[in-house]
């Protein structure tokens, strides 16, 4: 049994499907959401050093265009959540996975719901995976929902 539930959204149809299943978890089980939309300022790399890209911010202009846009994509996906379920809001600065991660660890969510693009294993070897990182590093479960190509909202 789920009680509370934290779903990672980014306007994409796959979080969509994933929302639209963690408010079914959460209706049959009285489980709370945890939306969350993790943002990212707009960097230029430069300077290579031992740990790697030195990230500096580029332009403040872009960087607030981009936290307005998650924060619209976040307001639009708590709209479609019933009233009778319990549910918050979140917008966090940070690296996605580690952002979910803490979430988890320091609000006591029992399940993750995402959404996987199906990039494919070489895909994601090369560009990285969220929801591969998560199903490997999570201490909880991960509910992972894929969109069939085709599918419309």
Do not use: C
């Amino acid at each position: 049994m789920f009680h509370r539930i934290l779903v990672g959204v980014d306007g994409s149809l796959h979080a969509a499907a994933a929302l639209r299943e963690a408010i079914d978890i959460a209706q049959s089980q009285h489980a709370s959401l945890t939306l969350l939309t993790v943002f990212q300022p707009y960097h230029w790399y430069y300077g290579m050093v031992a740990e790697g890209a030195v990230p500096v911010e580029f332009d403040p202009e872009v960087t607030a265009a981009l936290k307005a846009n998650a924060q619209r994509i976040l307001d639009d996906a708590a709209a479609t959540v019933p009233a009778a379920v319990a549910s918050q809001a979140r917008l966090v600065e940070g690296r996605v996975v580690d952002v979910i991660l803490d979430a988890v660890r320091d609000h006591d969510h029992d399940l993750i719901a995402i959404g996987s693009r199906g990039r494919g294993d070489v895909t994601s070897l090369v560009l990285g995976s969220a929801s591969h990182n998560l199903i490997h590093h999570s201490p909880v479960p991960v509910l992972l929902v894929h969109v069939s190509p085709g599918t419309t909202a």
